[in-house]
């Protein structure tokens, strides 16, 4: 396995948030996490990321535990947070420039511009772009980071239906030629079912998994997603009886 995550168990003002979950990842696998609302979805990724402390938590990647902030992991959050008064190809060598590799950061995001179609906009600024590209620009930035798994939480959420399905197409597209290991939170059931290779669906809180959707044998497209009434309806009732519960 790529990540392993043992007994994670997280309290805050001395109410239970995340009750011992445990889960895997295997290398190259997009594995989506599906919850209700507050159920503490991000909070797994902002400790697998480093940015909160667990009560207890086991944490492997390649078979080797890793605590606090590490480069196995990249993070993508909801908001783009790209900086409005630095230009494309500042925003997405970031990591590059803090870590005193700006040259090397800018040579490799030359090359990927065409890929992550950005070519052209490496001078502009964000608000010369659409939703859709700063949300490709922001996806760059965390892909240059070199991190073996990538951790996206809702990052199309806040774009419209039809970018919407054009970004996860994009995203599925680039998949297939940037290999890495995905862990993605998200509160759209299409979007998990579309990406996908499994789902983990978790309950309120105090969380813990209730549920493991497996789709990795499955050949998927929209007319595919569009058929899959019967399997949204389950998660669907799944997560309203969390969400009444």
Request: glycine share 6%; aromatic share 8%; with cysteine.
């Amino acid at each position: 396995m790529k990540l392993q995550v043992k007994d994670l168990c997280l309290s805050f003002d001395n109410s239970l948030i995340l009750n011992h979950i445990e889960f895997d990842v295997k290398d190259g696998e997009f594995v989506a996490i599906l919850g209700p609302s507050g159920c503490g979805k991000s909070t797994i990724l902002n400790i697998l990321a480093g940015l909160l402390v667990a009560d207890s938590c086991i944490v492997t990647v390649d078979n080797k535990e890793v605590k606090g902030i590490s480069n196995h992991f990249s993070y993508m959050p909801q908001s783009d947070l790209l900086l409005p008064w630095k230009t494309i190809l500042d925003n997405v060598t970031l990591y590059g420039q803090i870590n005193g590799n700006r040259k090397e950061a800018v040579e490799q995001a030359k090359q990927e511009f065409k890929r992550f179609g950005l070519d052209g906009y490496q001078d502009a600024y964000p608000s010369q772009l659409s939703g859709g590209m700063r949300q490709r620009a922001a996806f760059l930035r965390t892909a240059l980071c070199k991190a073996e798994i990538l951790l996206l939480d809702e990052p199309f959420g806040a774009l419209d239906v039809i970018t919407r399905n054009d970004m996860q197409d994009w995203l599925l597209n680039l998949r297939k030629e940037y290999n890495r290991t995905n862990l993605l939170v998200t509160h759209d059931i299409d979007e998990a079912l579309y990406l996908a290779d499994r789902i983990l669906i978790l309950s309120n809180k105090p969380s813990r998994i209730i549920k493991e959707i497996d789709l990795s044998s499955i050949e998927k497209n929209r007319d595919w997603l569009f058929g899959q009434g019967e399997l949204k309806k389950e998660i669907f009732e799944l997560l309203k009886g969390e969400n009444n519960a």
